[in-house]
């Protein structure tokens, strides 16, 4: 039941709009500091002894952070593959996107090129996770 008073004060408030209130929500329960520490993180994040599943998972929650870097499919593209280690230069020009290529696509090109111990000798490595040792992904 809604008293009086609660009915009075909500007639009376001004209709705010989804831009002030998201400002006002995130100044309070998500310090600035906060959000610029999870930025630098998602800048600096590399896939290390991640799977690219795993790197990708860690990529896609850490971009929400920095939406106007990752705006574009190619801005998104271009920042994943920095943070794969195990392309050298030369690999990671090679696999840059091309216009519009989908990011999918872009996983299954390095997973096949990480399985293929011909094509990158590193991935004959044996790393530990959380869930136990693997090869490479």
């Excluded at 800048?43 to 690219?52: C, G, H, I, R």
């Excluded at 920095?82 to 090109?109: F, N, V, W």
């Excluded at 997973?111 to 693997?134: A, F």
Aim: overall charge neutral.
């Amino acid at each position: 039941m809604v008293r009086p008073m609660e009915k009075e004060w909500a007639e009376d408030a001004p209709i705010v709009s989804w831009a002030v209130f998201e400002s006002a929500f995130m100044g309070r329960f998500f310090p600035r500091e906060l959000r610029e520490a999870k930025v630098r993180e998602f800048l600096t994040l590399k896939q290390e002894f991640m799977s690219v599943h795993e790197y990708s998972l860690n990529f896609t929650q850490l971009s929400r952070y920095a939406p106007e870097m990752v705006a574009d499919m190619r801005s998104r593209m271009s920042l994943f593959i920095i943070g794969l280690y195990h392309l050298s230069s030369k690999e990671g020009k090679a696999t840059m996107p091309i216009g519009d290529m989908d990011i999918a696509r872009q996983m299954i090109h390095v997973q096949q090129v990480c399985h293929d111990p011909g094509v990158h000798p590193r991935c004959n490595m044996v790393y530990l996770t959380p869930k136990g040792s693997h090869t490479c992904p």
